[in-house]
C-alpha cells in the first residue's frame, strides 16, 4: 500500500454548493487538497467535481441538524468551512436554527474532531441588539462557534459580487423587463461591495495564516457607495433607461409584507429593516488588507456579467420570445 501523503488535507465546506461556496471549492480543488462538500442534495452538488480531479470532490448527504451527520462530514477532516445563510425563513430552515444552532453544532464537532482550521462565514452589521433576525442571528452565531472553537477565524463580508451573486443580477434583471426600479428607502443606505474572489481568498488566508485563528475579519472593497449609485451603475451596464422612484421605509414595509410570501422572496421585511443601517467597514476589525488581498473593484468586475442583460445580450433571447 502506497504511505499516505502527508500533505493531503482533507477539507469539510458547508455550504460549497452556494454562490461563495463554489468559489472557495475550486480554489481549495487548485491545491489539491480533497474536498468535502457537506450538502442537504449531493446530486445537486454534482456540478462542482468538474473542478477537481476525478474523486478529488465529494459530496456527502449532511443534515446540519443532526450531530451525528454533522460528525460524520468532518470526521478525519483537517480544516472545516462553514458558510450556510439564508435571508429569509422556509419551514425548519429558519434564522436560528442555521445562523446559530447549525453554526455552533459544526464549531463544537469540528473541535471534537480535532480540525486544525474552522473558517466561519458570518456577516457585516451583526449585531445582537439589531431589529433585524437576519443581523441578530448571525451575531449569535458568531458567540456560539466562539464558545465552541475560540480559533475559529470569521469573516464578515459587506453585499458580495460575482458572476452568480444575488444582488447585481436580481436588479440587472429587473432593469430587463420593469420600466423603473426601486430607491428603497430614498437608496441613501452605504455599501461597501466585495468581489466574490477575494472573500474566497481570504477564506483560503485564513486557512494559511498564522495569525488567522481567532480574529474576526471585515471584508469590504475599495469603494463605499450608497444604493442609489449601485442601481445607476447596473443601469449603466445593462445600458437600460429606467426610472429611479424612490420608496419609502413604510410603503417598501407594506410591498415586502406581501413578496415575501412568494417562494423566493425579492423582498422581506427583516431585509427592510437592514437596508435601514448602513453595511460598511467600520474601521475596528482587520479586513482583506491584514489577510494580503488587494480587494478588486466592482467597475472592473460587474461589466464581465451584467453584458448578459443588456438589448442583445444572452438574456435578449428571453425578450425576443416575450
Ligand atoms: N452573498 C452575499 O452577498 C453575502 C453577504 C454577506 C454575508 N454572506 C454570507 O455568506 C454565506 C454564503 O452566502 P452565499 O451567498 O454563498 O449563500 P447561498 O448561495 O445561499 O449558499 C448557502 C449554502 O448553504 C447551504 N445550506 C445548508 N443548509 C441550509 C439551509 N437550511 N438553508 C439554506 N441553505 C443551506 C446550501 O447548500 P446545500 O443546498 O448544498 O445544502 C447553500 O448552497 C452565508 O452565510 C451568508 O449569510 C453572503
Redesign the pocket.
Known amino acids: 500500500m502506497m504511505p499516505a501523503d502527508p500533505n493531503l488535507r482533507v477539507v469539510t465546506v ?8 463554489r468559489h472557495v471549492t475550486g480554489r481549495l480543488a487548485r491545491r489539491g487538497w480533497r474536498v468535502r462538500i457537506a ?3 449531493p446530486r ?2 454534482l456540478f462542482l467535481k468538474p473542478n477537481g480531479a476525478v474523486g478529488q470532490i465529494a459530496p456527502i448527504y449532511t443534515d ?1 441538524g443532526d450531530d451525528g451527520s454533522v460528525a460524520a462530514a468532518l470526521r478525519g477532516a483537517h480544516y472545516a468551512i462553514f ?4 435571508l429569509y425563513e422556509r419551514g425548519s ?1 429558519t434564522f436560528q ?2 445562523h446559530v444552532e ?1 453554526a455552533g453544532r459544526v464549531a463544537r464537532l469540528a473541535a471534537e474532531a480535532g480540525c486544525q482550521r474552522l473558517v466561519h ?4 452589521g451583526v449585531g445582537k441588539d439589531s431589529e433585524s433576525a437576519y443581523a441578530r442571528t ?1 451575531a449569535a452565531g458568531e458567540e456560539a462557534v466562539r464558545a465552541a472553537y475560540p480559533a475559529a477565524s470569521i469573516l464578515r ?4 459580487f460575482g458572476p452568480e ?3 447585481f443580477n436580481q436588479f440587472a434583471e429587473m432593469a430587463r423587463i420593469s420600466p423603473a426600479l426601486p430607491l428603497i428607502g430614498g437608496g441613501k443606505t452605504r455599501f461597501q461591495p466585495v468581489y466574490v474572489g477575494d472573500v474566497a481568498d481570504a477564506v483560503m488566508a485564513c486557512l494559511d495564516r498564522g495569525d488567522a485563528p481567532g480574529r474576526t475579519y471585515e471584508l469590504g472593497g475599495p469603494q463605499v457607495y450608497t444604493f442609489k449609485e449601485l442601481l445607476k451603475i447596473v443601469l449603466h451596464e445593462t445600458r437600460r433607461h429606467r426610472a429611479l422612484v424612490s420608496v419609502p421605509w413604510g410603503m417598501a414595509n407594506l410591498q415586502a409584507r406581501v413578496l415575501q410570501l412568494l417562494p423566493k422572496p425579492p423582498l422581506t421585511r427583516d431585509q427592510v429593516t437592514l437596508l435601514k443601517s448602513d453595511n460598511v467597514l467600520s474601521g475596528g476589525q482587520p479586513g482583506l488588507a491584514e489577510l494580503g488581498i488587494t480587494p478588486t473593484a466592482a467597475e472592473v468586475i460587474l461589466p464581465t456579467y451584467l453584458w448578459r442583460y443588456r438589448p442583445g445580450g444572452r438574456f435578449a433571447d428571453r425578450e425576443a420570445e416575450a
Not at 14 to 21: A, K, M, S, V
Not at 121 to 124: D, G, K, V, W
Open positions: 458547508f455550504g460549497g454548493t452556494g454562490f461563495i461556496g450538502t442537504r442534495s445537486d452538488a446540519l458558510l450556510p445563510g439564508v430552515s436554527a442555521v447549525a462565514m458570518s456577516a457585516l448571525k463580508p459587506s453585499v458580495v451573486d444575488n444582488f
